[in-house]
């Protein structure tokens, strides 16, 4: 297990730049997640890490050692493929063992390790088939197992879920999770879903165009996102935005469009008459008579909770209720955000306020 | 469900003989394969059996033949040149098939990086390809020529030499004279079909191989190597099959010279068939190319067959 430390790291192919200096600490044994929506260079700085792009400029450091130009085998790395980069020519007992094999490790010792990281993952009874016949999310714990026989000093994982189904995704999600906390090897893991990101995290880092946004731990993330990005992309449904202006007149309020006014609960100060993004989670949401006036556009009860789809001022927001209302299109209701916990970020620069 | 099935029976009571067969699918299914069947016929079974029957009789060009049941085979056996000719093929196949799967398989390799004028240079390989056996065959004939070839001349400017080579008059350097030649038309087959299964391979396999510690020849033994063996298989088949049956660089280049010494069952065929007017003895040497044609199939077949782990899923 080590520690890694991502310093200033840029990466170019030809004039184009991707990476424009990313520089993420990871602790021993921490599971830190990569996230972003596609393009964001999430993927590249993990192969990078693995040693399979080189570095256009920073340093990347695993342990105590900077790794910018030693080989992948000699990085003491593990990884994950997304399409799992089983070989097919052999069975899973081969498969989990090659990299000892190629080591020159003994055949006791390498049947002793493929032996016990099948026992850890249940593959005991598959350890003779070939990945053919071998069902999605057995290949991808096959993947693990290679990773685990290793005995790597860190893991990394690219979108290992993305090829499964989501019921499977979701089960696959508590197993690495599972698997890290009896392991405790430093993790890094890829995904573009902010779920995995939010449950399986020690750390989250969310990406986008090449630069870092925020990191922090899940609720960090969630409770003060940095930046309206951050906000938009971490929780489930998004956080709905308002644009609009502050109005501090013996109390602060938000007055968005059409005049809607929704409260704060106290405004930055000299902010009157600022043009601000007003951000609210759907789970924030009130019926309430002091709210303000909102228009039902659609229902969508999911059976735990209901997603209600309503105008506010014109503009489409969506509150999601534990609790049962009965709303059907059309209906008229008041809707009261939280002022305690909702999201002010300045108009022009997306920085949290 | 009586009420249902009796007005039913009735109808295809009423229905024509040839309307019912139209509707059955066995009558259907034979339907549709008679186009491919008389094919077949025409063109691959009528031929062979008629060959395999000219080998079995004494039939001379403008003659017709009588049944000898196996005595131009009995005759053959007892024939150096016809021993000679077989001795030629083997070693003609063996020796072109060798260098053709490892010069195709360095230049399908070399293809598959990443290298400036991939295309034009992967052009370049095709062309031996492209251009017609014969005339391919005259170049060849031209640079092994006793008098005018261009590499005794480059040699003896090099230096290296003092007097030209007689490629085509000594028999073991005819043989390789036309080995080569043979390898040069051969090599892109080869090449471009061991390439499109190189790109068959995922990418991420080398790379998983590379963080599992492999160096480039363990990953070229332990990844390239196995992946490829089933498409190795199937071009190394055809390789053989053709080169054994070759006669087009044969015939322009040596005709079968010097003394038979590069003479092919294929060619001693053509010539004691066409040329010398014995059907029936050159379509017994035909047929005597058959034997040895099933066992390399067969060897392919049950040595390189597709192996267990390229088989379906099983649960």
Known sequence: MSSVQIRDVRKSFGNFEVLHGVSIPIEDGQFVVLVGPSGCGKSTLLRMLAGLENITSGTISIGDRVVNNVQPKERDIAMVFQNYALYPHMTVAENMGFSLKLRNAGSDEISKRVKRAAEILALTPLLDRYPRQLSGGQRQRVAMGRAIVRDPQVFLFDEPLSNLDAKLRVAMRTEIKELHQRLKTTTVYVTHDQIEAMTMADKIVVMHDGIVEQMGTPLELYDKPENQFVAGFIGSPAMNFLKGHIRVNGVATFEGPNGVKLPLKSAPAASDGKPVVYGVRPEHFTIADDGADAEIVVVEPTGSETQVFAKVGGEQVVAVFRERHQFNPGDKVKLKPDPDVIHLFDEATGKRL | ?315
């Open chain 2, 1 to 315: 469900m009586a009420v249902i099935a009796e007005p039913a029976a009735a109808q295809v009571k009423r229905s024509s003989l040839w309307s019912r067969a139209f509707e059955s699918r066995n009558f259907l299914g034979a339907m549709f394969m008679v186009p491919a069947i008389a094919i077949l016929i025409l063109f691959l079974a009528y031929p062979l059996v008629l060959g395999l029957w000219l080998g079995m009789t004494d039939t001379k060009i403008g003659g017709v033949g009588r049944f000898i049941g196996f005595g131009n085979f009995v005759s053959l056996a007892k024939d150096s040149v016809f021993w000679l000719s077989v001795f030629n093929t083997i070693f003609y196949t063996v020796a072109a098939s060798i260098v053709k799967f490892a010069i195709g398989l360095y230049l399908a390799l070399l293809l598959n990086e990443r290298l400036p004028f991939k295309s034009m240079i992967r052009a370049i390989v095709l062309l031996p390809f492209v251009v017609p056996t014969v005339l391919s065959a005259i170049a060849f004939w031209w640079i092994y020529d006793s008098q005018f070839s261009i590499i005794s001349w480059v040699l003896i400017k090099a230096g290296l030499i003092t007097r030209y080579i007689d490629f085509l008059g000594d028999p073991w350097n005819a043989r390789w004279s036309v080995v080569v030649a043979n390898i040069w038309r051969g090599v892109p087959f080869v090449a471009i079909t061991l390439l499109a299964g190189l790109q068959t391979i995922s990418p991420s396999l080398y790379e998983a191989a590379n963080l599992d510690g492999a160096t480039n020849l363990q990953r070229f033994r332990h990844i390239t190597l196995p992946m490829l063996s089933p498409i190795i298989a199937v071009v190394m088949t055809f390789s053989v099959l053709m080169t054994f049956t070759d006669f087009q660089l044969i015939y322009t280049i040596t005709r079968g010279g010097p003394i038979n010494a590069t003479h092919l069952m294929a060619t001693l065929s053509f010539q004691r068939a066409i040329t010398g007017g014995n059907l029936g003895e050159g379509a017994a040497i035909s047929n005597a190319m058959i034997p040895f044609l099933v066992a390399a199939i067969l060897l392919s077949f049950f040595g390189l067959q597709r192996s267990r782990w390229q088989q379906g899923g099983r649960d």
